[in-house]
């Protein structure tokens, strides 16, 4: 990430997480959107967003279990777990939101059998009735979770957790809704190095932070990328920054990320009745933009389009990970559909973990002068 003095970007995640379960935080990893990061974050526990930005030669241990045609986030995942780099996690919820995802908590339970593991059934709907199936779903859960961790899980608990994710939500989308500006304060690197934090931080830590950032934001600040093009991303996964930093350096800036761990569209803030599981599963569905949901195609490539005239967009870059079954299919429908609507778009398959980068660079370019003629 680009430094600067007194970058308000520069956060230390890992020193950050090291304090929190020093001051017994109890970590509950997640690997989907799907899993409701609210319900993970009452009492002393906390929502951790599995990832494994710093896997290295390879996936030869999870190759062992998991095929070659997995993607490689979930045998990225699976390698890191098993090569003990998430012993931290005492909690891991999974979501069947895809055949993958499915076999790495097949393959996880196996392997490692941890104490407390736990796989949700996801509709592929967003209608009342996939909401009433999957707001007992959660409830289920949060049994299981207040009989292993003696956490109280009372609705009213729960509530409040949603209350403390929406506060949050709302500082991150005032940070956010700056990248429409005609010349933002800040990079698509430093922005996502926020948003990895935020996902495997407690939000009670990260509150003050980003409050700080977006009070240093105020003052003013020059965007440190030099830049002739406005990029939308669109992907599943990405979790290292330096994939974003590779893509800026080329001349362009990241001002909208559509993807799992970036802003959109999880920034949405949820709404609250009397039942906070009925909130919680109408929120995930309703605002899922995961190709896996049947029934709101029509409303993803609206909402995409949408995006391209807030953010002033010049140019789209669609990324999926190599071996994802439902992007792969949905990727070749949004290129489609941008195409017939004059936008330019790239299509830039890629691993999980990030490499290549003078080939990322070639393409970038090219796209960049294409989007310039």
């Not at 005492?90 to 908590?105: E, K, P, S, T, V």
């Not at 509530?159 to 956010?176: D, F, G, P, R, T």
């Not at 005609?182 to 990079?187: D, Q």
């Not at 605002?287 to 995006?307: K, V």
Request: charged content about 20%; aromatic content about 10%.
């Amino acid at each position: 990430m680009n430094s600067q003095t007194h970058n308000p970007f520069n956060i230390d995640p890992k020193k950050i997480l090291e304090t929190a379960i020093e001051r017994n935080s109890i970590p509950m990893g997640y690997a989907c959107n799907n899993v409701p990061r609210m319900l993970l974050n009452v009492g002393n526990l906390f929502p951790y967003r599995l990832n494994a930005t710093e896997v290295s030669g390879g996936t030869e241990l999870a190759d062992i279990y998991l095929s070659q045609v997995n993607c490689s986030y979930t045998r990225s995942i699976l390698e890191f777990a098993m090569d003990d780099q998430l012993d931290f996690i005492q909690g891991w919820i999974f979501a069947a939101g895809c055949d993958h995802l499915r076999r790495l908590y097949d393959n996880l339970a196996h392997i490692l059998s941890p104490d407390f593991c736990y796989i949700l059934d996801v509709p592929h709907k967003s209608g009342h009735d996939a909401i009433i199936f999957y707001s007992q779903e959660l409830r289920t859960l949060s049994l299981a979770i207040s009989d292993h961790f003696q956490t109280d899980m009372r609705p009213l608990n729960i509530a409040q957790a949603i209350s403390e994710h929406n506060e949050l939500v709302q500082s991150l989308q005032n940070i956010a809704n700056l990248r429409k500006k005609e010349h933002p304060p800040f990079s698509g690197a430093e922005f996502h190095h926020l948003m990895y934090a935020t996902w495997t931080l407690p939000v009670h830590l990260m509150k003050p932070i980003i409050e700080r950032i977006e009070n240093q934001l105020s003052g003013g600040r020059t965007c440190p990328v030099k830049y002739n093009a406005r990029l939308l991303v669109i992907s599943s996964v990405i979790d290292q920054y330096e994939w974003i930093e590779a893509i800026e350096k080329n001349g362009a800036l990241v001002v909208a990320d559509r993807f799992c761990t970036g802003a959109i569209p999880q920034l949405e803030i949820c709404p609250q009745t009397d039942d906070p599981f009925y909130d919680m599963a109408a929120h995930l569905l309703q605002t899922n933009a995961c190709p896996r949901m049947m029934d709101n195609f029509d409303y993803r490539l609206e909402q995409i389009f949408q995006l391209i005239q807030e953010y002033h967009i010049d140019g789209v870059i669609i990324s999926p990970i190599k071996f994802c079954d439902i992007w792969g299919v949905e990727t070749t429908q949004i290129i489609s559909f941008l195409k017939e609507k004059g936008i330019p778009v790239l299509r830039l398959e890629r691993d999980y973990c990030f490499s290549g980068e003078g080939q990322l660079s070639t393409r970038v370019q090219a796209f960049i002068e294409q989007i310039l003629q």
